[in-house]
């Protein structure tokens, strides 16, 4: 069956860095676009990032435009989400998704 399991997230203070990973199983990780959302307390789950089979294309929401960078690696089966300049208002559980499903998700926290 179709699994995605994120890694990578946890305490930072604001304008540090982390990179999230989504290892993928159970389906043709290369056929597929990926993508990243985020849920913070209280809000909507908020698409953040995309990424084509290929890596072709990006695209990403405002919020995060020239800090966070999406991309994948096809032959571990695995998409990233490197993330600059974190801000409080990033705090949230990040999710991956692929193929229609959702990983469990990955806390993030920026705080100082």
């Known amino acids: 069956q179709v699994q995605l399991v994120e890694s990578g997230g946890g305490l930072v203070q604001p304008g540090g860095s982390l990179r999230l990973s989504c290892a993928a199983s159970?389906?043709?990780?290369?056929?597929?676009?990926m993508s990243w959302y985020r849920q913070a307390p209280g809000k909507e789950r908020e698409l953040v990032a995309s990424?084509?089979?290929?890596?072709?294309?990006?695209n990403y929401a405002d919020s995060v435009k020239g800090r966070f960078t999406i991309s994948r690696d096809n032959a571990k089966n695995t998409v990233y989400l490197q993330m600059n300049s974190l801000k409080p208002e990033d705090t949230a559980v990040y999710y991956c998704?692929?193929?229609?499903?959702w990983g469990q998700g990955t806390q993030v926290t920026v705080s100082s």
């Open positions: 159970g389906f043709t990780f290369s056929s597929y676009p």
């Open positions: 990424i084509g089979s290929t890596g072709g294309w990006t």
């Open positions: 998704r692929g193929r229609l499903n």
